[in-house]
């Protein structure tokens, strides 16, 4: 007879910091504020090599641009075989509290704070902050590869009206 052993669950209770929330979406617009001058409606198409042999690049759409919010479409586009999918990222920039966050990744979108491990779609149980984590290093990739013009945050303009 074969005993089955089962693992002894510890219920990891995850808690989101707000704070820690804040602070990375904070730090994503000011990077994506001085790697895409104009985006708040000036300019509509960016497009970066991130490598020598060029096979790999970012492109950036602004989407939409309001008064208070713009939206950009962020791919990373390289040669692939046709069964890998680029990554694409939907980021919403908040102009008037001057913060950026990922509103959809590929075809996922709406998560929630904190998810249960494992569940039905495999998200991580931090999968909403780790897709900002993933958004500032790959901005702060494009940095460090000297891709952006200038290091110099567009200004917030207040409408006084």
Known sequence: ????????????????????????????????????????????????????????????ELEEAAPYTSTLLITQTYLAPFYLQAPQLRVRLYHDVGMAEVIAWNRHRHWRPVYQYPNANMYQPDEKMALNRFLGELLVHCRKLGIARSAICESIRINKN
């Open 1 to 60: 007879m074969v005993k089955v052993l089962e693992r002894s669950r510890v219920k990891q209770s995850l808690t989101v910091s707000l704070p820690d929330h804040h602070s990375r979406c904070e730090i994503n617009y000011h990077l994506c504020m001085s790697l895409f001058p104009g985006c708040r409606g000036e300019q509509t198409l960016w497009s970066f090599a991130l490598d020598t042999v060029r096979e790999t690049a970012v492109r950036v």
